[in-house]
Nanobody, 119 residues
């Protein structure tokens, strides 16, 4: 069993920042890519950012230049630094263990954390 626990969501004004964290329960973390996905009301879940075990990153066009994904393998934790937030970033954000090259998710998901960007 692998558990992923997200934290760091909340309410922020446009232009503000949040940092999301996702901690994994197993020490196999370092061998897998990690991803952040989000799902807004009325929309399908989409890949926001991913980072490979080697540190290569990929971002959705909508967040490039504003979001940064990183990982700390010693802490089994992946982060999503979110800057210059916009109302359209409002969604439930989920971390995922093992996303594929094309962004397809792996088997394990976190419970999600709500991010609301509103004035």
């Amino acid at each position: 069993q692998v558990q992923l626990v997200e934290s760091g969501g909340g309410l922020v004004q446009p232009g503000g920042s949040l940092r999301l964290s996702c901690a994994a329960s197993r020490n196999i973390f370092s061998s897998y890519a990690m991803g952040w996905y989000r799902q807004a009301p009325g929309k399908q879940r989409e890949l926001v950012a991913q980072i490979t075990s080697g540190g290569n990153t990929r971002y959705a066009d909508s967040v490039k230049g504003r979001f940064t994904i990183s990982r700390d393998n010693a802490k089994n934790t992946v982060y999503l630094q979110m800057n210059s937030l916009k109302p359209e970033d409002t969604a439930v954000y989920y971390c995922n263990l093992g996303p594929g090259v094309l962004g397809g998710p792996g088997y394990y998901w976190g419970q999600g954390t709500q991010v609301t960007v509103s004035s």
